[in-house]
């Protein structure tokens, strides 16, 4: 049986949300959407978003890293979004995996955002329907583009292809090579969902960071000349001799 998903490499995601924005655009102009998007700059900004990246800032300063945390429907084998659904909109395609949502038959309960422990499922304020990634399914399946081309929105625009798309039971697909050889894992897997999506850990080496290292060259006081200069040292006895 197919199962199709995203293994996301947190060891190159820049968090510059261009999958954001590429899933924004492609589902609201695409038979998934619309996604809303309301005062975006205001006080009070709502919208739905199939995509988001969460940032994080871990370890002691001043050894710290950020990671970029991208999340989406993660396309559960056993989604608990389904079998909750009292009017069965929420379903999960025996052919690939993909779990969708019939919006003829969804009623906005949001009794399936209750249920999903991933916090991926989002009401539309505008058309009150629940809503969730797709995995872009009415383009991964669109003949009249080019094989290169039928992916989803957000695997096509990543530029560091921190995202790969594929079939994890086949033991022979990118993803599944991806999953094996970095040891690529499931989010929560103890919540026993199964998550078809996998997360590729970070694999850089820990740098250690000196005191002296965090003396900036480009310190506008230190270009503008208006950093204290260092009292001068007196020479000493053993200065003299180590000349």
């Known amino acids: 049986m197919t199962q199709l998903a995203l293994v996301i490499d947190l060891n190159v995601c820049v968090g510059c949300h ?3 924005t590429s899933c924004k ?6 038979p998934a959407g619309y996604l809303s998007d309301d005062r975006p700059y205001g006080a009070d900004p709502t ?6 990246v969460q940032t994080f800032e871990v370890g002691e300063y001043p050894n710290t890293e950020t990671v970029h945390f991208p999340k989406s429907c993660l396309h559960c084998e056993d989604p608990p979004c389904v079998p909750v659904c009292p009017t069965g909109a929420s379903y999960k395609r025996a052919e690939d995996g993909i779990v969708l949502v019939d919006y003829d038959k969804c009623i906005g309960c949001k009794y399936c955002s209750w249920a999903c ?4 499922r989002e009401l539309d304020e505008h058309q009150k329907v629940m809503k969730k990634c797709t995995l872009c399914v009415d383009r991964i399946y669109d003949e009249r583009l080019p094989p290169s081309e039928r992916k989803p929105a ?12 594929g079939d994890i039971h086949d033991p022979e697909s990118v993803v599944s090579k991806a999953i094996r ?31 002296e290292d965090l003396q900036r060259a ?11 200069k260092p009292a001068l040292k007196e020479p000493s006895l053993d200065d003299v001799t180590s000349w």
């Not at 919208?47 to 988001?52: D, K, V, W």
């Not at 480009?218 to 204290?228: H, S, T």
């Open 18 to 20: 261009a999958c954001v």
């Open 25 to 30: 655009e492609w589902n609201t102009s695409g």
């Open 47 to 52: 919208g739905c978003f199939f995509n988001r």
């Open 117 to 120: 422990p991933y916090g991926v």
């Open 154 to 165: 957000c695997v096509l625009a990543c530029p560091t292809n921190a995202r790969l798309f």
């Open 181 to 211: 050889e970095n040891a690529g894992y499931p989010l929560m897997p103890e919540w026993g969902t199964h998550p078809a999506n996998h997360y590729l850990p970070r694999r850089k080496t820990k740098v250690e960071i000196r005191a």
């Open 218 to 228: 480009d310190n506008p006081l230190k270009i503008d000349g208006k950093l204290p």
